[in-house]
């Protein structure tokens, strides 16, 4: 089964600090795309990045980095001297083809609280 | 460029009342869904349409939601009765085509609570 798991609730670091969000998928289409989504208080589901399964590269964009691993079916997500504006829900997202139409599958969100 | 508008942004309703949310993608977008999130969970496809035709609602509780996007552009979700668990944010997004890659882009969503 097609499945998005995120399995750290909440998370709260002191600024500055680094903090790895994890995320875990299973699939079992050989094409997929990973995404990665923030959801500050206001709601508004913000993208951040997507990855397709034939990349492995790494990405970094300023203070965030992401490690896809492909043999643990994993795509973490690191953000590096934390601040109080990262504090948000953060969601993975797995794009699949389950009947003929893309559709995501999200995780069930991890929590950020960056305490100044 | 203007991103996905959606209104009402919050509403309060009794069970068993009827309600409706509004959404306009970004301009050229063909393709727009609708989601549910429920307190503490991952946002859940409630119907994908791809112009004005609906591409995928194998989730969406046809016995008291309906959606329309009569002329490929806005859309309207509709709860008609309202039960206590539809107490969720319903997002609106968009994407160019719809494809497998692409990014969606998500509106502010519209709080609801069903009392």
């Known amino acids: 089964a097609q499945k998005v798991t995120q399995a750290q609730t909440e998370i709260s670091v002191v600024e500055k600090e680094d903090v790895t969000l994890d995320c875990v998928y299973e699939t079992r289409d050989t094409t997929y795309y990973l995404f990665w989504y923030k959801q500050p208080p206001s709601g508004e589901l913000v993208f951040l990045i997507r990855r397709n399964s034939f990349d492995e590269q790494n990405e970094i964009s300023g203070r965030y980095s992401w490690n896809f691993q492909k043999s643990t079916s994993s795509f973490n997500f690191t953000i590096t001297a934390s601040q109080v504006v990262d504090s948000a829900v953060y969601f993975c997202?797995?794009?699949?083809?389950?009947?003929?139409?893309?559709?995501?599958?999200f995780g069930t969100g991890t929590r950020l609280k960056v305490l100044a | 460029e203007a991103g996905v508008a959606q209104s009402p942004r919050y509403k309060i309703i009794e069970k068993r009342q009827s309600v409706a949310f509004w959404c306009n993608p970004i301009?050229?977008?063909?393709?727009l869904y609708w989601y549910q999130q429920i307190l503490g969970q991952g946002p859940k496809l409630l119907i994908q349409f791809q112009n004005n035709g609906v591409v995928d609602d194998s989730q969406l509780p046809k016995d008291r939601f309906s959606a329309e996007r009569l002329k490929g552009v806005d859309s309207t979700l509709k709860i008609q009765p309202a039960k206590l668990e539809d107490s969720a944010v319903y997002l609106c997004a968009s994407s160019l085509v719809g494809g497998q890659q692409e990014t969606q882009y998500f509106g502010p969503g519209t709080r609801l609570l069903v009392l």
């Open positions: 997202a797995l794009s699949e083809v389950p009947s003929g139409t893309y559709k995501y599958i």
């Open positions: 301009s050229g977008h063909a393709t």
